[in-house]
């Protein structure tokens, strides 16, 4: 079973921050890795597929990058709409595993 | 437009039974790989099942023996029987359809509520 971790767990920030968070994997994964951003009350929605690519509608503030075990999540202007809980997941084996997520609230 | 409506949430007794629906429109719930993912409150994500086009289904261990994945391609309808509920089942269960390029979730619904408790 493939083990993930996030980093930070909290993140405080100003809009117009630039923000990084960390997704780590126990094995490879190649580029099997999906982000995934929730606000409160509401379902998630996919922001990024395949480690670094975009899905359609997502503003290009928006970047992933990485393979193997080491992923990260890139804002690189923090909107207001951006406060919210972000989520790795990776689809390279079974149990499809979520990361344990990172909270964007505002500093 | 893509669109999945969860039904059959609601307070249940530990050992209770209970069955979720997932009614989608604007796609073909048979043609797609569907799946189940929860999340307990304030809690993060889990994947708990996916049923393949194919009709392969798979299980996370937590529930594995106890959940079945189903769909009725007639209401274009996507199932979770949950049996013998545990306190630890309690959570908001989201029906979600993987995007074709497999694995990750391009599309969910609003999820509906399931409380196991005395």
């Known amino acids: 079973v493939i083990w993930m971790t996030q980093s930070p767990s909290l993140l405080s920030a100003s809009t117009g921050d630039r923000v990084t968070i960390s997704c780590r994997m126990s094995?490879?994964?190649?580029?099997?890795l999906a982000w995934y951003q929730q606000k409160p009350g509401k379902a998630p929605e996919l922001l990024i597929y395949?480690?670094?690519t975009l899905q359609s509608g997502v503003p290009s503030r928006f970047s992933g990058s990485g393979s193997g075990t080491d992923f990260t999540l890139t804002i690189s202007c923090l909107q207001s709409e951006d406060f919210a809980t972000y989520y790795c997941?990776?689809?390279?084996?079974?149990?499809?595993?979520f990361g344990p997520g990172t909270k964007v609230d505002i500093k | 437009e893509v669109q999945l409506v969860e039904s059959g949430g609601g307070l249940i007794q530990p050992g209770g039974s209970l069955r979720l629906s997932c009614a989608a429109s604007?796609?073909?719930?048979?043609?797609?790989?569907m799946s189940w993912v929860r999340q307990a409150p304030g809690k993060g994500l889990e994947w708990v099942s996916v049923?393949?086009?194919?009709?392969?289904?798979y299980y996370a261990d937590s529930v594995k023996g106890r959940f079945t994945i189903s769909r009725d391609n007639s209401k274009n309808t996507l199932y979770l029987q949950m049996n013998s509920l545990r306190a630890e089942d309690t959570a908001v269960y989201y029906c979600?359809?993987?995007?074709?390029?497999?694995?990750?979730?391009?599309?969910w619904g609003q999820g509906t509520l399931v409380t196991v408790s005395s």
């Open positions: 979600a359809r993987e995007s074709k390029g497999g694995g990750y979730y391009s599309d």
């Open positions: 604007g796609f073909t719930v048979s043609s797609n790989y």
């Open positions: 049923i393949y086009s194919g009709g392969s289904t």
């Open positions: 094995q490879g994964i190649s580029s099997y």
């Open positions: 395949a480690a670094s």
């Open positions: 997941q990776q689809y390279y084996s079974f149990p499809l595993l």
